[in-house]
């Protein structure tokens, strides 16, 4: 059981945190994001956030993984604006049993005083529900996102994004995505270097950008096509080496035309525009990990020279490789 405890932050420009806790939700939607911004807090001497976790009742909360969590205060004791209002994600958003009257009009009266909406994965249900969004663009994890649209389709869903913000709304996809949005929004209070001092300290993928998909295009095609997975993998697993059509037809034993289009069927993709797109994903985890020249990272992925490399990743990215690198390398 998560005990209560007391914020002891007395600076004056410190940030109000408001956490919902209610029955069903995912522990993990509300944990990461929280631990990002108490991180915050602890890595820098002027940034603070003062994080308060209130429920609809005075007893302890199952969350959907039987975590139990009990909170500072009841939401009839809360009336008071927040800086953030964050709002975790539920297992399934089909199951409403937590939209009582009373939490529904409590979440929205706590809108028109707060600063900033946050939800995390499934918990822009929550925020729908209250009547709290009109025609947002918003993002929930892909595989809720056709019932977010047949329930409020009102709202822009945006169901391929990492996070999403929309005036004084924030959302994110599912569980891990919900850390980035923390600390898209650390660095949006306090600066870059805060924010990834903050992802190094969690052991944390570097801080993605909320326009990045929430899965990469490997698991993408590999949820999609079961004749060509073992192809698929054998394309990860040799992108430093020339490729072509004609190997990859051959090793499925089909005629170059044949297998180009079965593969764009099953994939959705030309198997070289996948190809490429693999090339470049790797090149962006080897340019954010900081361990090899950008000379080598060309190599490693299977480009013919470091021009072509500059060329093609800052076609798809409108950045370049060095650019790239220096937004996801801070000395913190």
């Known amino acids: 059981m998560i005990a209560k405890k007391r914020q002891n932050g007395s600076q004056k420009n410190a940030r109000r945190l408001v956490a919902l806790i209610y029955p069903g939700m995912v522990a993990l939607d509300l944990v990461g994001p929280v631990e990002a911004f108490r991180y915050a807090s602890l890595l820098s001497g002027s940034a603070e956030y003062r994080i308060e976790f209130v429920s609809e009742k005075d007893d302890p909360v199952s969350a959907a993984s039987t975590l139990k969590l009990l909170a500072d205060q009841t939401i009839g004791n809360v009336q008071s604006p927040s800086d953030i209002l964050l709002i975790p994600g539920m297992m399934d958003p089909e199951d409403t049993a937590y939209q009582s009257t009373e939490l529904l009009q409590w979440v929205k009266r706590q809108c028109k005083i707060s600063n900033r909406w946050v939800s995390i994965c499934s918990g822009v249900f929550v925020l729908a529900a209250a009547g709290v969004l009109g025609n947002e663009e918003v993002t929930t ?17 945006q169901d391929d994004q990492i996070y999403v913000k929309s005036g004084k709304l924030y959302t994110s996809g599912g569980v891990t995505a919900g850390i980035d949005l923390a600390l898209a929004i650390i660095a949006e209070d306090h600066g ?36 060509f997975r073992d192809l698929i993998t054998w394309i990860d697993e040799n992108l430093q080496n020339q490729i072509d059509i004609e190997t990859l037809s051959n090793r499925c034993a089909m005629s170059p035309r044949n297998f180009s289009r079965a593969f764009r069927t099953d994939v959705g993709l030309p198997p070289m525009t996948f190809v490429r797109e693999r090339r470049l994903e790797k090149a962006k985890m ?6 090899t020249t950008i000379g080598e990272v060309a190599k490693m992925c299977g480009f013919n020279s470091l021009d072509q490399f500059g060329k093609s990743f800052g076609a798809t990215f409108a950045v370049s490789p060095q650019t790239y690198r220096k937004q996801f390398y801070s000395k913190a």
């Open 141 to 157: 994890h892909w595989n809720d996102s056709a019932q977010l649209r047949k329930r409020f389709p009102a709202l822009t869903v």
């Open 192 to 227: 870059k270097d805060l924010a990834l001092a903050v992802a190094k300290r969690m052991l944390v993928y570097l801080q993605r950008s909320g326009d990045q998909r929430q899965f990469s295009s490997l698991l993408k095609a590999q949820s999609k096509s079961d004749r």
């Open 286 to 291: 080897l340019l954010e990990a900081h361990t």
